[in-house]
């Protein structure tokens, strides 16, 4: 899979998540910086990220995404 | 040896000298006996407890690091997680269960001849168990290597500012800090010294004295009246913030004089609009400590479960927080108000944003405050139970409150004139730094005269109105 | 870099520590020494309430009879009763929630400006490994510049009190408010005083029990040796010296207390009037506030009695 499609996958994710049919997502991109991205949310978002690309995160490499970058690498190294 | 007390400030002075005369590569030594000597001034016994347990997580954590195998590795964190919270499930627990099977037993005609136990809690067991246990979680998860320093492992989980009540640190932040010392600069100690100096208001003069009225009302709720009972619910939340807040701030400021930097444990927990933003500032340490090793591997386990699984995760996680502090239903029902609260809000969120957004509430002064107040009496409420002896005393209390109106006690008038005094202080200092910040600055002004004064005027206020007479602090028995 | 003292390899930064500490301590000292002065001036000025009565029990009572001793004291002796039953003048230095140090540093106070006719200790019976009587000591605080022979028992409420006591605040710490409302007229009034008697109403609820263990507690030596102390010097000055035990509500289980008082009394050779299990109080809750108090018509009843037998031990 190419990085682009998996931000153009990822992004309609985030937007329903989060309520903001506007956002765009980037690589340094971190809870600070969306409104309602907090602990609890969080899971919710994983959950659906491993629906939308058909995969299974393992719970090491949940604490090892700093960023959206480190997400889409992770989603990358899986799809 | 409490930290306000005349005896802490001379082993911390005599601790100040040792530590920099000392060379760089034997600072740990230092820290470390005199952490050990800080411990068993209060209970020699438990230190060995204290030893035990970092002899365990030191040698688990080796065993770890030298194994390839993921699964070997898993047994060898689940039998030091066991093993340390061995202790804390006895001393915490086995009375309680201990004489709660006992009488269950009684109710049903047996009497088995079990002793009833009275039991001493080892001070700070709680805090140093879960810094243990995080350590071994994060050598498990690669987030740190084990350290290879017996020394180091021992400091970790000994040192003495953070060992008796927080905040509850990590090895990530504290192990590079005792491997290599530094020197802090001015601008670090004079910092330290400020954390000290709040600290100690916040505790000697608000939360003692705050704490005599609520003791004084919560000793004898039967006959006090609803308007008193009210009284005490909102003073309750101020004395635990400016008790374990004001503690927090002395244990960082001590920390720092010593060039280690420890987290923050509170952030002005009183101007949070939602009991989720409320902890995000409250007990900081204890809450980031139970989401990375608590909830999050919880609500990971049951993401396919969306909402209904953080709602799971959450009530589960709470308890844990709750039955950390005591060993009680009181402290249950804490826990499951807490998970109640959350999951109320996390179910509701998108209707709130919705209203928010509809009606411009969002940045309007009297909807944020609103919001502030509703948390408050929400966390009030919670503290009830925290604060009463039993489930009873507390649904009487809140059933006075609502039911029994009637004309406020008063005891001595100083009591509670000077709690408000120091409420004030405390929350006007939060309430500027939190929505002015950089602006009305006293302890950290450009002018020296302003600053020296401020300090003078704090010191002289701690005199004429601190509590000097042992007021314990309340988180001493987790 | 060899670590070592870094005080050397610093850029002043300890010196310019240490002047700062120096500023602020200065500052300090100042406003503390200013403060305390004008603390001290209107806590002397008070003309009524608790610092008043001590104030005046310490430094001008010269009553012929003076009762000594807690709560008990303060409510329990009448002193019109003794004034008329004896023809002999009375005060009542007792006070609430101080204990056996405070009473015995009063008396030496007492002791050092006249020898009064009659003195009784009403004994409250606390051995315990309670803080509350070290803390109540605060009570003598403001008078420890003044009145050296207090500072035994003072120096009691913790190994640095005299090191505390440098500072012109601290003896007057807490006591901001009441020593403002003790300056004012009105409240001669609220804190109306008779020769140091305070009553305590009449009309009250049911009294109600407490609880009173049979589980022998820890001593502590400190309180022992002050009573000790206080019979010594009370038998010392030659006053007709008698130890009470003032009635209680239920009667006293705490067998241990009041044979400890008995043996210092008797080694002593003080009389000790024990009225702790009498039946002709215990168990009426008419005569008592509380479990441990007597209201006013108990205690009027009570001092009749300890006065009838004072007059037989005066003849």
């Known amino acids: ?79 | 040896m409490v930290f306000t007390s005349v005896n802490f400030i001379l082993f911390f002075a005599a601790v100040i000298v040792l530590y920099f005369s000392a060379p760089l590569k034997w600072r740990w030594l230092v820290l470390l006996v005199a952490s050990y000597f800080f411990y068993i001034n209060i209970k020699p016994v438990f230190a060995i407890l204290l030893a035990a347990v970092t002899a365990s997580t030191y040698v688990f954590t080796r065993l770890m690091d030298q194994t390839r195998k993921e699964s070997r590795k898993n047994v060898y964190k689940v039998i030091n997680i066991i093993l340390v919270l061995l202790p804390l499930f006895f001393f915490k627990y086995f009375a309680v269960i201990n004489n709660s099977l006992i009488a269950g037993l009684q109710g049903w005609g047996i009497h088995w001849p079990l002793p009833e136990i009275e039991l001493f809690l080892p001070v700070g067991i709680s805090f140093y168990t879960f810094m243990a246990i995080g350590y071994t979680i994060d050598v498990f998860n690669e987030e740190t290597p084990a350290e290879k320093h017996p020394g180091i492992v021992a400091l970790f989980i000994s040192f003495f500012p953070l060992i008796l009540s927080g905040p509850i640190e990590r090895a990530g932040n504290m192990l590079p800090q005792f491997r290599n010392p530094v020197n802090p600069d001015y601008d670090k100690v004079v910092k330290g010294l400020r954390f000290m100096l709040w600290g100690f208001f916040m505790k000697l003069v608000v939360a003692d004295r705050i704490g005599i009225y609520v003791d004084a009302v919560y000793h004898n709720i039967p006959n006090h009246n609803g308007t008193t009972l009210l009284a005490a619910f909102f003073l309750y939340p101020f004395q635990v913030y400016a008790d374990l807040g004001g503690y927090s701030l002395v244990a960082i400021g001590v920390a720092g004089i010593l060039g280690i930097k420890v987290m923050d444990n509170f952030r002005r927990p009183f101007f949070a609009a939602t009991m989720a933003e409320f902890w995000r500032r409250w007990h900081m340490s204890l809450i980031t400590w139970l989401t990375d090793y608590v909830y999050t591997p919880i609500s990971f386990a049951l993401r396919q479960y969306k909402l209904w699984g953080i709602v799971y995760s959450l009530m589960i996680t709470f308890m844990i927080s709750g039955i950390w502090h005591a060993a009680s239903l009181t402290f249950v029902a804490w826990g499951l108000l807490q998970g109640i609260y959350l999951s109320v809000e996390a179910l509701t969120n998108k209707q709130r944003a919705n209203m928010e957004k509809k009606y411009k509430l969002a940045n309007r002064g009297w909807y944020i405050f609103l919001s502030c107040l509703i948390t408050f009496i929400l966390f009030g409420i919670s503290q009830v139970f925290a604060r009463s002896a039993n489930l009873q005393d507390a649904f009487q209390v809140l059933g006075k409150i609502v039911t029994e109106p009637g004309a406020l006690f008063i005891g001595a008038p100083s009591i509670l004139i000077f709690s408000i005094l120091g409420i004030s202080m405390v929350m006007l200092k939060d309430f500027t730094d939190e929505y002015y910040p950089g602006r009305f600055l006293l302890f950290e002004n450009r002018n020296k005269p302003v600053r020296v004064m401020a300090y003078s005027l704090v010191i002289v206020l701690i005199l004429l109105i601190g509590v000097f007479d042992g007021g314990e602090f309340i988180y001493f028995q987790f | 870099m060899a670590g070592s003292l870094f005080i050397f390899n610093s850029d002043g930064m300890l010196k310019k520590l240490f002047i700062n500490f120096l500023l602020v301590a200065a500052v300090v000292a100042v406003l503390d020494f200013a403060l305390g002065k004008v603390l001290r001036h209107f806590y002397f000025r008070e003309s009524s309430g608790l610092h008043y009565r001590t104030t005046y029990s310490m430094e001008k009572a010269d009553a012929d009879i003076l009762i000594f001793g807690s709560s008990r004291a303060n409510h329990h002796y009448v002193p019109e009763v003794f004034a008329d039953s004896l023809g002999l003048t009375f005060y009542n230095t007792g006070r609430d929630g101080n204990g056996i140090f405070y009473q015995a540093a009063l008396l030496k106070s007492v002791l050092k400006r006249y020898t009064p006719k009659v003195i009784i200790l009403d004994y409250a019976g606390d051995f315990g490994k309670g803080r509350q009587v070290y803390d109540n000591l605060s009570s003598l605080l403001p008078y420890y510049q003044s009145h050296p022979e207090i500072r035994q028992e003072v120096n009691l409420r913790s190994p640095y009190e005299s090191v505390k006591l440098l500072s012109g605040i601290y003896p007057y710490n807490s006591q901001l408010l009441t020593i403002a409302v003790g300056n004012l007229d009105m409240n001669k009034k609220r804190k109306s005083d008779n020769k140091g008697y305070v009553p305590l109403e009449t009309e009250h609820p049911v009294v109600k029990e407490y609880f009173n263990s049979l589980i022998q507690q820890p001593v502590d030596s400190n309180k022992i040796e002050s009573l000790r102390e206080f019979v010594r010097v009370a038998k010392a000055s030659g006053t007709r010296f008698v130890v009470v035990y003032s009635p209680l509500y239920q009667e006293h289980k705490r067998y241990w207390e009041i044979e400890i008082c008995e043996t210092i009394c008797k080694e002593a050779g003080v009389p000790f009037w024990d009225y702790s299990r009498d039946s002709f109080f215990v168990q009426q809750p008419d005569l008592y506030y509380d479990p441990v108090h007597l209201n006013h018509k108990g205690a009027l009843i009570f001092s009749k009695q300890i006065a009838s037998r004072m007059r037989d031990v005066l003849h």
């Open chain 1, 1 to 79: 899979m190419e990085r682009a499609t998996v931000i153009e996958q990822l992004t309609p994710v985030f937007r329903k998540i989060f309520n903001a049919p506007e956002l765009e997502i980037t690589d340094e991109m971190t809870a600070n910086d969306v409104e309602g991205w907090d602990s609890l949310s969080h899971m919710l978002l994983i959950a659906d990220v491993e629906t939308a690309f058909s995969i299974k995160f393992k719970l090491k490499e949940l604490n090892k995404m700093r960023n959206v970058g480190d997400m889409i690498e992770i989603i990358l190294s899986k799809a």
